[in-house]
């Protein structure tokens, strides 16, 4: 059983990195393995509507690192989706990765029903609902099943490099979020 993040963030060694390393800890403690795509390592443009996926399932023309992305969230049983917020919405290449995988997804039999999603996302102010809200459409066009924290949405606030540290509640709902990925992991996937 795996589970991988999808890290949106430009910023290495930023707020969503430390957020995402809080969840995966967790998880990876309790056996599950975990892996992290980080986004701004790879090359992923946004979709271009060729419709080349509609004729060709499970491929897209593009020469990037689709592939490789693609191939990683078909395998795995969880995909956690991590985004700063960028004037209210998601990151463009977690944009990308949505619309990529997402479209090629789509126009395959089977992809990635009730696999589980969860998402995290941290701002310094405003726009953490409605980026939740995308990544959660995300999800639930393809009947994945959502993990959420009993604690709060699952969201934090910071700005500078770190300072997403000082949000306790933010922290705590993390690790929140992180024991009921476990706990819906062994349900759904053991
Ligand atoms: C281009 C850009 C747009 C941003 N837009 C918002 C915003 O709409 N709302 C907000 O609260 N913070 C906004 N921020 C601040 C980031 O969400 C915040 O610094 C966050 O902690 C960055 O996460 P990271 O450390 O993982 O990169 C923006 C930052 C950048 C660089």
Known sequence: MKIIAVNGSPRKGGNTDLLLDEVLGIIKRNQIETETIFLRDHQLQSCD???????H????HIKDDFPLIFEKSLAAEGIILGTPVYFGSATPPIKAFMDRVGYVARHMESSFERKIGAAV?????????????QLYFFFTIFGMVIASSPH???LAFGNQKGQVTSDEE???TMRKLAENIVWLAKKLHS
């Open 49 to 55: 509507a060729c419709g080349y996926c509609r004729e």
């Open 57 to 60: 399932p499970g491929k897209c």
């Open 121 to 133: 996302v941290v701002a310094r102010r405003a726009g953490h609902n409605f980026t939740l809200a």
């Open 152 to 154: 709060y949405w699952t």
């Open 170 to 172: 933010g922290i705590i």
